[in-house]
């Protein structure tokens, strides 16, 4: 659990429960650099689906549009890949001595013909189709049903709403039909050429419109609002020339500086427009090609209104050496493993010092101004790289101690200490304030936190328990730690 999850945990300790609900949201972007528009669609309760200018492929909603749940496994005896659809890349493993399944983005688990993959705080369930069976993300849970084509028949989120899926002869997505409600709350998708031209249901609707070659140049709101793009070629690819919507307008132009074997320079120059009001920009950009599939940005300037506000180099890892913005300059300095150990800016310095596991050993901070001019931080881990125990120079002191699943059982600090105790979910149930009390964590059937409950002094408890992560957070931020609880 990170630590965005222990910040949760601290609203646990003062009785906070959020609720969310499902909603209709768009959002698009331009990425200057190589003029690929997209968009991001959440149709309703965790469907989401991406279009990207620069996709070519077709999964469940058609040409250029790519959904989370279009995201599949490839496995051999020695290998296995994993498609993830929304970043669109490969992620590799490979079976270690035990037979498990490794690789740089963690480990695929394997039980009764699944395949269970935990990245980014999400986790996916891969069917023996190789298709996604289930995917949790935010605590939110959904389950997916195919046919024996790998067609998608049943979508299910949160337990609540069960959706049958019809398709057509391609796999493309036509209706969501919910099996609990009216056709009012039915969800229509229709085609023309593969491309997705319509999504509707009985209160609101999209209708998009492509050009010639397939990309999407008009989208048509209900409500009446509309948005529309337009693209040029530059260096043998089409790239955003116009995005407007509302009174809100980008228009970009590029131009080739010079041009050499792997190194090409160019220009983007951009306007921004919100109504009456008007901002120009100018991006230069010198970018390394190493080969076909992989380039990065060396060097970059950045103009507005014709002044430079910010300049950037990097290293071939793509790691940045130098960042000017308003006149300010960010210095860094990496080892031969591309780890950052110093970072100096106008104010303050950073060091780093690693150990021999890849972990944060040492971090110091040196202030270029006033008397207490130096801070530090020393950490220690155990055996199985779980930090076990943290100080700095504030005298503030962390213990902790784990069970065989690396959860924290034990928290210690100089002021107080804390027991956790989980289910068989992983999820705390009792938070246990030495001399204090406890909080009783009680959880529904979906794993939802149904109600927390206090044993002694309630108030009392719940700070102590708020002001101890508050602190442990503190102190482990410089180190980007995370914790499982």
Sequence with gaps: MTQNSIRSLILIGISL??????????????????????????????????????NADSGLFGFGWVSVYDSR???????????????????????????????????????????????ENKIFV???????????????????????NGFLTRFVS?????????????????????????????????YNNGLLKSVTNGFSGVHYRYVDDGFLSRIEYSDDET?????????????????????????????????SEGVKSFSVDYTLSEGEDTLHYRVEYEDIYIDDEYAYTRHLKKYKQGELISEYRHMSRCSP????????????????????????????????????????????STSKHGQESKKWIHFSYNENEDLVEAENSDGLHLLLQYDDRHHIVNMRTSETTIFFTYNDFHKPVRIEVEGKGALIVVYDQNGEIESVDTEGKGHSLALTITRTFQQMLSMLKPANIELSL
């Design 321 to 364: 050496i130098s960042i000017m913005r308003y006149g300010r300059t960010t210095k860094f300095a990496y080892d031969e493993y591309d780890r950052i150990v110093y970072k100096e800016s106008e104010n303050s310095i950073l060091e780093y010092i690693y150990n021999d596991i890849n972990k944060l050993a040492y971090f110091q």
């Design 227 to 259: 948005m529309e793009i337009s693209y040029q070629e530059f260096d043998g690819l089409l790239r955003v020339e116009k995005y407007i919507q509302g009174d809100s307008k980008e228009s970009y132009k590029y131009e080739m500086i010079s041009e």
């Design 17 to 54: 429960l959020t609720l969310i609900t499902a909603s209709f949201t768009v959002s698009a972007d331009v990425d200057r650099r190589t003029g690929v528009f997209t968009l991001e669609n959440s149709d309703f309760y965790g469907m989401e689906r991406v279009y990207s200018s620069d």
């Design 126 to 148: 891969f069917n023996n189709q190789g298709l996604v069976a289930e995917y949790i993300s935010d605590d939110n849970r959904y389950l997916l049903e195919y046919d024996k």
């Design 158 to 190: 949160n337990e609540e709403d069960d959706y049958q899926v019809i398709t057509d002869d391609s796999g493309r997505v036509q209706r969501f039909v919910n099996r609990d409600a009216s056709d009012a709350d039915d969800i229509d998708y229709t």
């Design 73 to 119: 496994i490839d496995i051999s005896d020695e290998y296995l890949n994993v498609f993830s659809a929304t970043s669109r890349t490969f992620h590799n493993f490979m079976r270690n001595e035990d037979g498990e399944w490794e690789g740089k983005t963690g480990e695929i688990v394997e039980t009764d013909n699944r395949y269970i993959w935990s990245y």
